[in-house]
């Protein structure tokens, strides 16, 4: 009869990475560090909608100042819009406490707005305490069993000109809804934006401005 040598000196296997889809705009967020302690194999990508995919389910991260600017300028419900497209799907509130919450200007604004989350679009809605809560969520996402392979072919709505136009500079890594909005305010098109001269963008929007300006002058290769 086979036995267990409990004295043996070989290795357990290597536990499986846990694989997560993550959009470019969120390199810089609190959660990589904690995704990358967790053993996640990550994979960044540009989203159109979403900041996370997990076994083919969409994930809307908000922290509380991205929460307040966002039900402010009224972005969070095309967001959720956008959210739908994906059968499973949810919005996390990271941060979230009813001290500090509740003790925004928005209060009621707060309480409408998740009422419409719970009866207009039926998100399902996860609040967490930090980063490192957030991805204790993930993990356990990560490691049922996915209905269906990741898909990446949700699109945005855009209800507007300007919202395009924002969503093309928001594709650069490091520039997020207000850089965006700072250098369109400022240069008022694309194109200005591209002829301006590297000190205005640096002025402007300081480091972010070194990688921005790399890709704009990036030559494109050809693999043939």
């Not at 980063?131 to 204790?136: E, G, H, L």
Request: cysteine-free; aromatic content about 10%.
């Amino acid at each position: 009869m086979p036995f267990f040598n409990i004295f043996s000196k070989k290795k357990p296997f290597p536990e499986r990475k846990l694989k997560i889809i993550v959009d470019n705009r969120e390199k810089n967020s609190l959660v990589i560090p904690e995704l990358l302690s967790q053993n996640f194999e990550i994979e960044y990508k540009h989203l159109p909608v979403a900041d996370y995919l997990i076994n083919n389910i969409a994930i809307e991260r908000k922290t509380i100042s991205d929460l307040k600017s966002s039900i402010i300028n009224k972005r969070i419900m095309r967001q959720l819009l956008e959210l739908k497209q994906y059968p499973s799907h949810l919005l996390l509130i990271e941060g979230f406490s009813d001290e500090n919450i509740y003790a925004l200007p928005l209060e009621n604004a707060i309480r409408g707005f998740l009422l419409s989350i719970a009866l207009e679009f039926q998100t399902p809605v996860i609040f967490t305490q930090n980063a490192k809560d957030t991805v204790k969520y993930f993990s356990i996402i990560a490691k049922k069993k996915p209905s269906s392979e990741p898909s990446l072919r949700a699109s945005k709505i855009f209800p507007s000109e300007n919202e395009q136009v924002q969503f093309i500079l928001e594709g650069f890594p490091g520039i997020g809804p207000k850089t965006a909005q700072l250098l369109l305010e400022k240069f008022k098109t694309i194109k200005n934006i591209i002829n301006a001269s590297e000190e205005e963008i640096k002025n402007l929007i300081g480091k972010k401005a070194d990688n921005f300006i790399r890709l704009l002058n990036q030559e494109y290769k050809s693999d043939k």
